[in-house]
């Protein structure tokens, strides 16, 4: 059967056999920010909107299960993998800029379209300089840190929707919350971004880029494969304040390990699979229940069979 779609989807991509664009019984852990997750049956890398909209259309037609990724960083893929169709959709990362408007591809990394706004003297973005999402998967979550999150920039988004067609939705239409937006509840599939930034002074847009990025270095320990932060912020309280005073930092199961630079996440030191990470969560979320009577609500998604 992964042959015969495997073949199918060549077709639509117009491509030859090339391990480039499709690839067969290959271990997600390649592309999460963790480096754990199982085998997908079949991992596609479209390049058009043109191409994202036939795979959807040919797996819905033939009822064959379809994930989509962005590169996977708020998100833990269990390690019995992910049946059916994988779409992954890092090749889109176009970026353009129209007037004082930042257009930008799903694909796109976040940090990249920050970068971007700052070549071109336009602010607004500058918080979004060290979230290691993609713009699709920052609109599912409405992506923030240091004051600003997308919410506060975004004017509209080009998606998919759950029928296979195009349509562009305002801002306001997506119910963009904190970490949270209709976007899974409605089936939407996010394909491009519209940003309403302003002009700025570029040495002020780099001051504050730099200050944001030196705080979260200082802070986070980027030195370790992680899913960012696990967990979103409990009315009145902060998570990884609860978990370290609910002496958890450095709590190792398996590879998985609460930090002990921030506890607010957990990082794979060593041979972490995905099961050592929910464990952990889990762990977590029961200890500070028991000590604090708070129950801390994940940020980081999970999704994929159990082995």
């Known amino acids: 059967?992964?042959?015969?779609?495997?073949?199918?989807?060549?077709?639509?991509?117009?491509?030859?056999?090339?391990?480039?664009?499709?690839?067969?019984?290959?271990?997600?852990?390649?592309?999460?920010?963790?480096?754990?997750?199982?085998?997908?049956?079949?991992?596609?890398?479209?390049?058009?909107?043109?191409?994202?909209?036939?795979?959807?259309?040919y797996t819905l037609e033939h009822k064959i299960p379809l994930t989509v990724l962005g590169n996977a960083s708020n998100l833990i893929i269990k390690d019995g993998g992910i049946?059916?169709?994988?779409?992954?959709?890092?090749?889109?990362?176009?970026?353009?800029?129209?007037?004082?408007?930042?257009?930008?591809?799903?694909?796109?990394?976040?940090?990249?379209?920050?970068?971007?706004?700052?070549?071109?003297?336009?602010?607004?973005?500058?918080?979004?300089?060290?979230?290691?999402?993609?713009?699709?998967?920052a609109l599912y979550m409405n992506a923030g840190a240091y004051g600003g999150e997308v919410?506060?920039?975004?004017?509209?988004?080009?998606?998919?929707?759950?029928?296979?067609?195009?349509?562009?939705?305002?801002?306001?239409?997506?119910?963009?919350?904190?970490?949270?937006?209709?976007?899974?509840?409605?089936?939407?599939?996010?394909?491009?971004?519209?940003?309403?930034?302003?002009?700025?002074n570029v040495l002020e847009i780099q001051a504050k880029m730099d200050e944001l990025t030196y705080l979260r270095e200082s802070k986070q320990p980027l030195e370790y494969p992680s899913c960012g932060s696990v967990f979103k912020r409990p009315p009145g309280y902060f998570a990884g304040k609860l978990i370290q005073d609910s002496d958890l930092q450095g709590k190792r199961i398996g590879g998985a390990e609460v930090s002990k630079k921030h506890a607010g996440f957990i990082v794979n030191v060593g041979g972490g699979t995905a099961t050592d990470y929910m464990n952990l969560i889990e762990h977590v979320q029961k200890t500070v229940k028991d000590k604090f009577n708070v129950e801390l609500e994940r940020e980081v998604r999970i999704i994929g069979e159990d082995v």
């Open 83 to 137: 049946r059916g169709v994988v779409m992954i959709l890092t090749d889109m990362d176009k970026v353009e800029k129209k007037n004082d408007q930042i257009i930008a591809q799903s694909g796109a990394a976040i940090i990249d379209v920050s970068r971007f706004a700052l070549q071109h003297e336009l602010t607004g973005l500058e918080f979004a300089c060290g979230i290691p999402g993609s713009i699709g998967g």
């Open 151 to 200: 919410s506060d920039v975004l004017k509209e988004a080009l998606v998919l929707t759950k029928e296979g067609e195009l349509m562009v939705i305002d801002a306001e239409d997506l119910d963009l919350d904190y970490r949270t937006s209709n976007i899974e509840k409605n089936g939407y599939l996010v394909l491009e971004a519209t940003f309403v930034l302003q002009r700025g």
């Open 1 to 57: 059967m992964n042959k015969k779609i495997y073949e199918d989807l060549l077709v639509i991509l117009e491509k030859d056999s090339n391990e480039d664009h499709i690839k067969i019984n290959q271990s997600l852990s390649y592309y999460t920010y963790t480096k754990t997750g199982g085998p997908a049956d079949i991992i596609v890398f479209p390049t058009t909107y043109e191409e994202v909209q036939k795979i959807f259309q």
